[in-house]
């Protein structure tokens, strides 16, 4: 039985092409369909998106005359306007969320699913099924706050091969344990990975990574400061070895030898994304506000 798309239909997004030369369907899509990949190819015959002259088909070696029309069939999933966090922005190029603690920004060999990258995956796609996102940076599993996906591989392409140049403020809001000294300062060092993952500022040379981390102190009070801060590098853990080696781990950072957890996670916050858009050319600010359980600290 033919499957009832008709309902998430939208022809308006309907291509079709014309058959020049006696061929078969699967070569014809191939060399048609630019930027899909065979594998894409083959689940639109599968799932019966493509029709000759108006039927469909799943039929990889469909014969084709000259005059044939091939269409592909635009199906969308019903409607899924939310998402389990805020979305900051969405427009045509990008989509920005505030990632909550305790969320990979994508997959790792444990965990597929609970992301935020499949999750706004599932949201686009429930916009228009061929909707994708890509990666443009991520965020650690326990930092809450801006993250940003680049909504087509151009995008994604440009933010990676000019992030230096398009971003000019990557802040974040950190509680730490006591009060660095001194209160306002730039921490340069060269950070090395262990075979065990952990994370030390080390010499220059092979395998080690500059990083360069901003910080000054906002306020003080019951053993805790909380810092603004801003990088220039954006290496793994960087700003939660940084504190460490000034003597002030983030709070709730056992493994970067913090003492305590006043509220039951990692105290940083990814609070502000400033970057020149690629599409407009404007300067363009995300922000994240402090999450509440931030000022308890100080109470």
Same mark, same amino acid.
């Given at each position: 039985?033919?499957?009832?798309?008709?309902?998430?239909?939208?022809?308006?997004?309907?291509?079709?092409?014309?058959v020049?030369?006696?061929?078969?369907?699967? /070569?014809? #899509?191939?060399?048609?369909?630019?930027?899909?990949?065979?594998?894409?190819?083959?689940?639109?015959?599968?799932?019966?998106?493509?029709?000759?002259?108006? %039927?469909?088909?799943?039929?990889?070696?469909?014969? #084709?005359?000259?005059?044939?029309?091939?269409?592909?069939?635009s199906?969308?999933?019903?409607?899924?306007?939310?998402?389990?966090?805020?979305?900051l922005?969405?427009?045509?190029?990008? =989509?920005?969320?505030?990632k909550?603690?305790?969320? #990979?920004?994508?997959?790792?060999?444990?965990?597929?699913?609970?992301?935020?990258?499949?999750?706004?995956?599932?949201?686009?796609?429930?916009?228009? =099924?061929d909707?994708?996102?890509?990666?443009?940076h991520?965020?650690?599993?326990?930092?809450?706050?801006?993250?940003?996906?680049?909504?087509?591989?151009?995008t994604?392409?440009?933010?990676?091969?000019?992030?230096?140049?398009?971003?000019?403020?990557?802040?974040?809001?950190?509680?730490?344990?006591?009060?660095?000294?001194?209160?306002?300062?730039?921490?340069?060092?060269?950070?090395?990975?262990t075979?065990?993952?952990?994370?030390?500022?080390?010499?220059?040379?092979?395998?080690?990574k500059e990083?360069?981390?901003?910080?000054?102190v =906002?306020k003080?009070?019951?053993?805790?400061?909380?810092?603004?801060?801003? =990088?220039?590098?954006?290496?793994?853990?960087?700003i939660?070895?940084?504190?460490?080696?000034?003597?002030?781990p983030?709070?709730?950072?056992?493994?970067?030898?913090?003492?305590?957890?006043?509220?039951?996670?990692?105290?940083?916050?990814?609070?502000?994304l400033s970057?020149?858009?690629p599409?407009?050319?404007?300067p363009?600010?995300?922000?994240? %506000?402090? /999450?509440r359980?931030?000022?308890?600290?100080?109470?």
């Amino acid at each position: 039985m033919q499957p009832n798309n008709s309902k998430y239909r939208d022809k308006s997004r309907e291509p079709s092409y014309t058959v020049a030369e006696p061929t078969t369907l699967l /070569p014809f #899509l191939l060399a048609t369909l630019k930027g899909k990949s065979r594998n894409n190819v083959k689940s639109l015959l599968s799932r019966k998106l493509v029709t000759v002259d108006g %039927k469909p088909t799943s039929q990889f070696d469909t014969p #084709l005359a000259p005059g044939q029309v091939v269409t592909i069939l635009s199906v969308s999933a019903p409607k899924q306007d939310t998402l389990p966090f805020p979305i900051l922005f969405e427009d045509e190029h990008l =989509i920005v969320v505030n990632k909550p603690a305790k969320l #990979l920004s994508v997959g790792n060999e444990k965990e597929k699913v609970r992301t935020a990258y499949h999750m706004v995956t599932d949201y686009v796609k429930s916009q228009h =099924i061929d909707n994708r996102i890509f990666v443009i940076h991520r965020l650690d599993r326990d930092t809450s706050g801006v993250l940003m996906f680049a909504k087509d591989e151009a995008t994604k392409e440009l933010f990676q091969s000019r992030w230096n140049d398009i971003v000019t403020r990557r802040g974040y809001l950190a509680v730490v344990e006591g009060t660095p000294r001194p209160e306002r300062d730039t921490i340069h060092s060269y950070l090395v990975e262990t075979k065990t993952h952990m994370i030390f500022s080390g010499d220059p040379g092979p395998g080690a990574k500059e990083a360069i981390t901003n910080y000054e102190v =906002i306020k003080s009070g019951s053993g805790y400061s909380l810092l603004d801060i801003s =990088i220039d590098t954006g290496r793994k853990n960087q700003i939660r070895v940084h504190m460490k080696e000034r003597g002030c781990p983030i709070a709730g950072d056992k493994q970067y030898d913090a003492r305590t957890n006043p509220i039951g996670r990692l105290c940083l916050h990814a609070n502000e994304l400033s970057f020149t858009h690629p599409a407009t050319g404007q300067p363009t600010t995300f922000k994240a %506000k402090m /999450p509440r359980d931030f000022n308890r600290v100080f109470r």
